[in-house]
């Protein structure tokens, strides 16, 4: 007998349905799996074989093929065990022929017949529902991140005898055995956003006005943002805080972290969707791979990890300077292309680049009473951060140790609810300046078009003329000076940029001559 029991599997952040298809025949007993497969899809052979076994069904002996259809993609994971046992059971005739027709199937199972959690449930349902799929069952664990998909029935089951019991009654008897799952997301993104507002907050940082504002600009045209300064200095503390002034997500960016955290396997048990901005901190030992993503079977990376959100590098010189070049074309582009032997992917790397570094090796330059550094020390140490990732840049501002009083006085800081509030006015400027394009933000601007959204009077271009030749800019760092400066505008509320506005953006720019270059 034979059968077809559709499933899905993943290319990057992206799903595509894959056929399951099983033929039982007659000859010697054998278990044969076709079809571009991975060592861990191989070995759903002994895991469907043994959960059939343990819960009492076993297979008569017989010449048993499966064949994963589109063949000519490699098939990675465990969640092909579910669609395999069903194809068996449907071929055998355990469950009456046709009658998983239209229904996708995902999950691992485990010897004694239960069903496990999988990853990247919310991109195959997707998937599933853009292909007119109407039916979907996957892990208890997962059910309700394949719910908040719309257009398609999420049915969670537990045990693989659950499923056989869905499969065996008429249709009409079907809701009562395996319910199908709801999630409300408006509601849900409301009492997330409840919960947000009680965690960390700006008023809790003391002085630091000009790094702050530094963060709200960066925060209002997503630039990326580096913090110099002592320790102790409130580095660590601003850049936490930063997600808490951006706005929240909508539910389109939701999902699309929502499918990155799920194809990386981090999900949690239970969650439905991602609705905090992320805000991702690798320790200054990460290897390139896992800032970037890749290795041999490639997953996403921390800066894909961190679309939508917050990628904050601590002690940046610490970082081996590879892995921080790395980050030239992502930071670019937006997105970064892993290229294997076994095809290529891309993932998602829409972040906010955050950094804090020492500015010495004992971080207490340059306080002569404290740093007992060479300049020859210094230069070599600022200078592991290289010049191309310098010049992306957007706002460089120094901290300096908070005194006494303004430590011991707590009063007149600003709550991130508050800055939240500039922020969204300001973004809501650049959502309807580009409207009908594929820009965001001011820091997508490309330098093709930053004439059209930059647009500077004879004072202003004087002004930038100056600064061009004094400071020594790039075209790179010009055309990033504009975008600040636009930023600023849309912060107090300007239609044009003024000569005020392209200064304080060049204040923010880092020196080259500072760190050797």
Same mark, same amino acid.
């Given at each position: 007998?034979?059968?077809?029991?559709?499933?899905?599997?993943?290319?990057?952040?992206?799903?595509?349905?894959?056929?399951?298809?099983?033929?039982?025949?007659?000859?010697?007993?054998?278990?044969?799996?076709?079809?571009?497969?991975?060592?861990?899809?191989?070995?759903?052979?002994?895991?469907?074989?043994?959960?059939?076994?343990?819960?009492?069904?076993?297979?008569?002996?017989?010449?048993?093929?499966?064949?994963?259809?589109?063949?000519?993609?490699?098939?990675?994971?465990?969640?092909?065990?579910?669609?395999?046992?069903?194809?068996?059971?449907?071929?055998?005739?355990?469950?009456?022929?046709?009658?998983?027709?239209?229904?996708?199937?995902?999950?691992?199972?485990?010897?004694?017949?239960?069903?496990?959690?999988?990853?990247?449930?919310?991109?195959?349902?997707?998937?599933? =529902?853009?292909?007119?799929?109407?039916?979907?069952?996957?892990?208890?664990?997962?059910?309700?991140?394949? =719910?908040?998909?719309?257009?398609?029935?999420?049915?969670? =089951?537990?045990?693989?005898?659950?499923?056989?019991?869905?499969?065996?009654?008429?249709?009409?008897?079907?809701?009562?055995?395996?319910?199908?799952?709801?999630?409300?997301?408006?509601?849900?993104?409301?009492?997330?956003?409840?919960?947000?507002?009680?965690?960390?907050?700006?008023?809790?940082?003391?002085?630091?006005?000009?790094?702050?504002?530094?963060?709200?600009?960066?925060?209002?045209?997503?630039?990326?943002?580096?913090?110099?300064?002592?320790?102790?200095?409130?580095?660590?503390?601003?850049?936490?805080?930063?997600?808490?002034?951006?706005? *929240?997500?909508?539910?389109?960016?939701?999902?699309?972290?929502?499918?990155?955290?799920?194809?990386?396997?981090?999900?949690?048990?239970?969650?439905?969707?991602?609705?905090?901005?992320?805000?991702?901190?690798?320790?200054?030992?990460?290897?390139?791979?896992?800032?970037?993503?890749?290795?041999?079977?490639?997953?996403?990376?921390?800066?894909?990890?961190?679309?939508?959100?917050?990628?904050?590098?601590?002690?940046?010189?610490?970082?081996?300077?590879?892995?921080?070049?790395?980050?030239?074309?992502?930071?670019?582009?937006?997105?970064?292309?892993?290229?294997?032997?076994?095809?290529?992917?891309?993932?998602?790397?829409?972040?906010?680049?955050?950094?804090?570094?020492?500015?010495?090796?004992?971080?207490?330059?340059?306080?002569?009473?404290?740093?007992?550094?060479?300049?020859?020390?210094?230069?070599?140490?600022?200078?592991?951060?290289?010049?191309?990732?310098?010049?992306?840049?957007?706002?460089?501002?120094?901290?300096?140790?908070?005194?006494?009083?303004?430590?011991?006085?707590?009063?007149?800081?600003?709550?991130?609810?508050?800055?939240?509030?500039?922020?969204?006015? *300001?973004?809501?400027?650049?959502?309807?300046?580009?409207?009908?394009?594929?820009?965001?933000?001011?820091?997508?601007?490309?330098?093709?078009?930053?004439?059209?959204?930059?647009?500077?009077?004879?004072?202003?271009?004087?002004?930038?003329?100056?600064?061009?030749?004094?400071?020594?800019?790039?075209?790179?760092?010009?055309?990033?000076?504009?975008?600040?400066?636009?930023?600023?505008?849309?912060?107090?509320?300007?239609?044009?940029?003024?000569?005020?506005?392209?200064?304080?953006?060049?204040?923010?720019?880092?020196?080259?001559?500072?760190?050797?270059?």
């Amino acid at each position: 007998m034979f059968s077809t029991i559709f499933s899905g599997a993943l290319l990057g952040v992206r799903a595509y349905l894959v056929s399951v298809e099983v033929d039982i025949s007659r000859g010697l007993p054998a278990f044969y799996m076709v079809g571009s497969l991975s060592m861990e899809v191989r070995e759903s052979r002994e895991r469907v074989t043994v959960a059939l076994k343990n819960v009492g069904l076993d297979i008569p002996p017989s010449r048993v093929t499966v064949n994963l259809s589109p063949a000519d993609r490699r098939k990675e994971g465990t969640a092909f065990d579910l669609p395999i046992a069903v194809g068996i059971l449907e071929a055998s005739c355990i469950i009456p022929q046709g009658s998983a027709e239209g229904v996708l199937f995902l999950g691992e199972l485990g010897l004694n017949g239960e069903l496990k959690s999988a990853r990247g449930v919310l991109p195959v349902v997707q998937e599933a =529902a853009a292909s007119g799929i109407k039916e979907c069952i996957v892990p208890k664990a997962n059910e309700r991140e394949g =719910a908040v998909i719309p257009g398609v029935t999420v049915r969670g =089951a537990s045990h693989i005898l659950e499923i056989i019991h869905f499969l065996r009654a008429e249709k009409n008897e079907r809701e009562a055995i395996l319910q199908a799952v709801w999630v409300d997301t408006k509601q849900f993104f409301e009492s997330e956003r409840n919960m947000n507002g009680e965690k960390t907050n700006f008023c809790e940082v003391t002085g630091q006005d000009m790094a702050r504002r530094a963060a709200e600009i960066a925060a209002a045209g997503f630039h990326n943002l580096l913090m110099v300064g002592p320790p102790g200095a409130g580095k660590s503390m601003i850049a936490k805080r930063i997600p808490g002034i951006l706005p *929240a997500l909508t539910l389109e960016e939701s999902l699309e972290v929502t499918s990155i955290v799920s194809v990386a396997g981090l999900m949690e048990e239970g969650e439905a969707l991602v609705t905090e901005r992320p805000f991702r901190s690798p320790h200054h030992t990460i290897s390139q791979p896992a800032l970037i993503g890749g290795n041999a079977v490639p997953r996403p990376g921390m800066i894909s990890l961190a679309h939508r959100g917050v990628l904050f590098l601590d002690e940046l010189p610490e970082f081996q300077r590879t892995v921080l070049d790395a980050l030239r074309q992502p930071i670019e582009d937006r997105r970064v292309n892993i290229a294997r032997a076994g095809g290529n992917v891309t993932y998602p790397s829409d972040f906010m680049l955050v950094c804090a570094m020492n500015p010495c090796p004992c971080g207490y330059y340059p306080d002569r009473n404290r740093c007992h550094c060479t300049e020859a020390q210094v230069r070599r140490y600022m200078g592991r951060v290289s010049g191309p990732i310098l010049d992306r840049i957007d706002l460089c501002v120094e901290l300096q140790p908070v005194d006494f009083f303004s430590l011991r006085e707590k009063t007149g800081s600003e709550s991130s609810e508050e800055i939240r509030k500039r922020v969204s006015k *300001a973004r809501q400027r650049q959502k309807e300046r580009f409207a009908g394009t594929n820009y965001r933000f001011n820091g997508d601007i490309e330098a093709s078009v930053i004439e059209k959204y930059c647009d500077l009077g004879m004072e202003e271009q004087h002004c930038m003329e100056q600064l061009y030749h004094s400071l020594q800019l790039s075209a790179r760092a010009y055309h990033r000076i504009l975008r600040v400066a636009r930023t600023i505008a849309d912060l107090e509320e300007a239609e044009q940029i003024n000569t005020e506005h392209i200064m304080e953006a060049s204040f923010y720019r880092p020196s080259l001559e500072y760190w050797g270059y």
